[in-house]
């Protein structure tokens, strides 16, 4: 059975496949298991096999189609699709329909993928296990009693139960590749500015950045194609070209220095510690270098992206008032009570971290600690920024523990937000990372192995991937 | 770092919102907890940067101003209602 983006998009280009045979056998699957593993909080089937069937048109009409051609994908909840409802799983935005397309919409259209649907995730993107959607929790397709990560938990578990061979999402601490490593699929994040924010509902402005989840590492690179690139839009989009990442896979990874930070591995759970040590051994098999980095300040990337996601978040969900757009209570008496009640669908992860990020910038703590966050941010970066100029990639594992059991955790946030160790670096470092499995724990669980790659060389982390998923 | 006794409570009405007391006493508890933990960064010796590395680090465009009145009249045609070019919004009170 035709599985990845890879394989759609060339038999849908040379006929073998039609759009809409990938289409319906999308459907089928999501119509099968989303029941149960609720991945996707709505699906248009009508119209993407409306749009399947164009593509067939036009592809019988000798045109030429899209690097995507008729691949189904899914996006997260908080990527506008024009028309379409991008609700952040919110209640405060639970009739909201998006007046225009984000960027990432747009090129996925102009690449003839087909959107089939929107993906569950965490309320407004804050979380890392889907359980705090309004439309109910996402569950793990490996375990149904576990959670599949977050916060784009139902784009990784609509990719690893087969539903989609593709789906976006957006990463702020790790919210594509720790769901991709809990569901045993692949995660990218490209470095920040590489894929344009335009119409994906802002979190944390200057860690916010959409990533792809696929099967394999080859159709990952095939969607940051689409993705990545400039956008007059968005001012912190990159101006440097894309490369054509799905071609530029070498033959081997002969010579590749691999970077293995210090103390990295120390309280790691004995069984995640095995596996990534036997990923490291098995790249020095294949003519890799393990070259040991320091990055001693890395240690401190969660409080900091703590600290400095919940100031930029406090800022910008200051616009859900219900004025314009949003939930919107008609028995205030005043205007203060207006906004009050207006806001009063946010859920309680959403409330405590506008508490935490108008905390952070109050006048008598800003200096000690948002500015003091962000000294630290620019110390952890340069701390990278070192570490490459010796080796090509760094390896970490993406997270400290295998998928946990729904309801886990629930009187323990602080357990959650130190899962965010690994890949929230990522995100305060401005890096690009990916996730791939590297094998399952005793309990079946997929385990994750992370490659970080500087800014404007995801090649590289895309490579070392790719090479390691085919000896795997 | 400063946490006031009343600290959620006064966060939260700032942010225009409004707590039960149960989440009052909830995140008074939780945000001891996180800040606990940030606490870790002030022991961090940060004379080596300057305060405007992260503004020089972010990439900016030009100030020169920009018309689209495309752009501008496809805005505006978001919104149901509008006069004059501006848009109209529900009466609040």
């Not at chain 1, 576990?146 to 601490?173: E, H, N, Y």
């Not at chain 1, 940051?224 to 990442?245: H, I, K, Q, Y």
């Not at chain 2, 770092?1 to 039960?20: F, G, P, S, V, Y």
């Amino acid at each position: 059975m035709i599985k990845t983006v890879f394989d759609i998009a060339d038999a849908v280009r040379s006929g073998t496949l039609s759009a809409r045979e990938a289409v319906l056998e999308s459907l089928g699957k999501i119509k099968e298991l989303n029941p149960q593993i609720n991945a996707f909080v709505e699906v248009w089937p009508e119209e993407a096999l409306k749009r399947a069937e164009e593509i067939d048109a036009r592809r019988a009409k000798g045109e030429p189609l899209g690097p995507l051609a008729g691949v189904p994908v899914g996006i997260k909840d908080n990527i506008l699709y024009k028309g379409h409802k991008a609700t952040c799983c919110s209640k405060m935005l639970e009739n909201y329909v998006a007046p225009y397309n984000s960027t990432v919409v747009e090129k996925l259209l102009a690449a003839d993928a087909v959107i089939v649907g929107r993906t569950n995730m965490d309320e407004f993107a804050m979380g890392s296990s889907n359980q705090t959607s309004v439309y109910g929790p996402a569950h793990n397709p490996v375990d149904f009693d576990r959670v599949p990560g977050g916060s784009s938990g139902g784009s990784a578990a609509a990719v690893a139960s087969g539903m989609v061979p593709a789906a976006l999402g957006t990463d702020t601490g790790g919210s594509v590749r720790q769901p991709a490593a809990f569901c045993g699929i692949v995660g990218v994040k490209p470095g920040y500015g590489r894929i344009s924010r335009y119409g994906v509902v802002a979190f944390s402005s200057g860690a916010d950045q959409v990533g792809v989840l696929t099967g394999d590492v080859k159709s990952a690179a095939r969607m940051l194609e689409v993705l990545c690139g400039r956008d007059t839009n968005d001012s912190t989009s990159l101006e440097e070209p894309v490369p054509a990442f799905s071609q530029q896979f070498t033959s081997d990874i002969q010579g590749l220095k691999v970077g293995m930070p210090k103390g990295f591995l120390d309280d790691l759970d004995e069984e995640i510690k095995e596996k990534i040590l036997a990923a490291a051994d098995k790249l020095k098999s294949m003519g890799a270098q393990l070259v040991d980095v320091d990055v001693p300040h890395a240690k401190y990337s969660a409080p900091c992206y703590y600290i400095i996601t919940s100031a930029e978040a406090s800022s910008n969900l200051a616009r859900f008032d219900g004025i314009r757009y949003g939930y919107n209570d008609k028995n205030a008496k005043d205007l203060n009570e207006q906004y009050e009640l207006d806001r009063a669908p946010f859920g309680l992860e959403v409330k405590k971290r506008i508490i935490i990020g108008s905390t952070a910038l109050r006048a008598e703590n800003y200096k000690a600690c948002y500015l003091q966050a962000v000294k630290v941010r620019e110390l952890i970066k340069r701390d990278f920024e070192e570490a490459f100029k010796k080796v090509d990639v760094i390896l970490t594992p993406t997270s400290p523990t295998t998928a946990f059991t729904l309801g886990a955790h629930k009187d323990n946030p602080m357990a959650v937000y130190l899962a965010d160790l690994y890949t929230c670096q990522g995100n305060i470092g401005g890096l690009a990372g990916i996730s791939v499995p590297c094998g399952n724990d005793k309990q079946g669980l997929p385990v994750g192995l992370q490659f970080y790659g500087p800014i404007l060389q995801e090649e590289k982390i895309l490579n070392a991937a790719y090479h390691f998923e085919k000896a795997l | 770092m400063i946490l006031e006794k009343d600290n959620a409570a006064t966060c939260a009405r700032m942010a225009k919102m409004r707590l039960t007391p149960q989440e009052e006493a909830l995140y008074e508890e939780q945000m001891k907890e996180l800040f606990a933990w940030v606490e870790q960064l002030a022991r961090v010796d940060t004379s080596t940067v300057e305060e405007t590395a992260a503004a020089r680090a972010a990439y900016l465009r030009p100030d020169t101003p920009v018309t689209d009145e495309a752009l501008s009249n496809a805005l505006v045609g978001q919104f149901s209602a509008e006069q004059d070019h501006c848009v109209k919004v529900k009466k609040v009170l």
